[in-house]
């Protein structure tokens, strides 16, 4: 888990303040249709506020995305919540996030799963990100295994995965990721053009079996590389 969040009084970096302001978000996002109680205490549980530079602190528990720098965002905190959801993670299961950017989403599936494999094809972030994950997770718990690269092409040393969150929008469903989902996993992706995508989950139901369903409406960033935007 994360520290502080599980000891009984706040760090300096975490105050009561912090924490009523994550209860008041979970909140909103529980009105929004969150239903799945162990992704609502995940996001009550990372102070994402770290994920912020100090002087933006203020917009951390707002309900929508923020820049990160290099023309990405950390995503809103309702996109994270239904992405976590539509994945139905449980500890068992070995995750690939593509597009770790600020890592808060990383944090998230940390809590519900500790084989978290995270990629991210920026440097300039993927340095960042590396270091204020090392700086944040405590030394005892879980760690992401993570790696700075073109996530549309997967991880393939690491495959099969039970599950796949891609937090960037796709033109299509990257076939590497389809090849490296398990058998009985999951693919969770927005797709579509530019400006305006879907939320897309698939289930490989056999080898060469695989089941999509089209969701929400959604709008990402696009993912970039050999499988997204070229
Ligand atoms: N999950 C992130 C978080 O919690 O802050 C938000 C991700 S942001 C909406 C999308 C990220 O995908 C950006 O950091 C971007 O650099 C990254 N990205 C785009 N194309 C990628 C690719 N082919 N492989 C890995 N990362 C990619």
């Known amino acids: 888990p994360l520290l502080p969040?599980?000891?009984?009084?706040?760090?300096p970096a975490d105050t009561y303040r912090h924490r009523g302001q994550r209860r008041a978000l979970v909140a909103a996002l529980r009105g929004r249709g969150i239903r799945d109680e162990r992704v609502l205490a995940a996001?009550?549980?990372v102070p994402r506020h770290l994920f912020f530079a100090p002087a933006f602190e203020a917009h951390a528990y707002h309900d929508k995305a923020f820049p990160i720098g290099e023309g990405q965002t950390i995503s809103q905190p309702y996109t994270v919540a239904y992405q976590t959801e539509l994945l139905a993670?449980?500890?068992?299961?070995?995750v690939?996030?593509?597009?770790?950017?600020s890592g808060y989403q990383c944090a998230v599936l940390l809590?519900?799963?500790?084989?978290v494999h995270s990629i991210e094809l920026n440097?300039?972030?993927?340095?960042?990100?590396?270091?204020r994950l090392g700086a944040l997770l405590p030394p005892e718990g879980p760690a992401p295994q993570l790696r700075c690269g073109d996530g549309s092409l997967g991880w393939p040393e690491a495959a099969p995965f039970d599950r796949i969150l891609v937090t960037a929008g796709a033109p299509g469903l990257p076939p590497a990721l389809l090849r490296q989902l398990a058998v009985g996993g999951?693919?969770?992706?927005?797709?579509?053009?530019?400006h305006e995508q879907r939320m897309v989950r698939v289930v490989r139901e056999g080898p060469d079996a695989f089941a999509r369903?089209?969701?929400a409406p959604a709008r990402f960033v696009p993912l970039l590389g050999a499988g997204g935007w070229q």
Do not use: C, K, Y
Not at 89 to 94: I, K, N, S, V, W
Not at 111 to 115: A, D, G, I
Not at 123 to 131: G, P, S
């Open 5 to 11: 969040s599980d000891s009984a009084s706040p760090s």
């Open 43 to 45: 996001l009550g549980a």
């Open 89 to 94: 993670l449980g500890p068992q299961h070995r």
């Open 96 to 101: 690939l996030e593509v597009g770790t950017g």
């Open 111 to 115: 809590r519900l799963t500790p084989h």
């Open 123 to 131: 440097a300039t972030l993927f340095a960042a990100t590396q270091r």
């Open 186 to 194: 999951q693919l969770v992706i927005p797709v579509g053009p530019a």
């Open 213 to 215: 369903e089209d969701l």
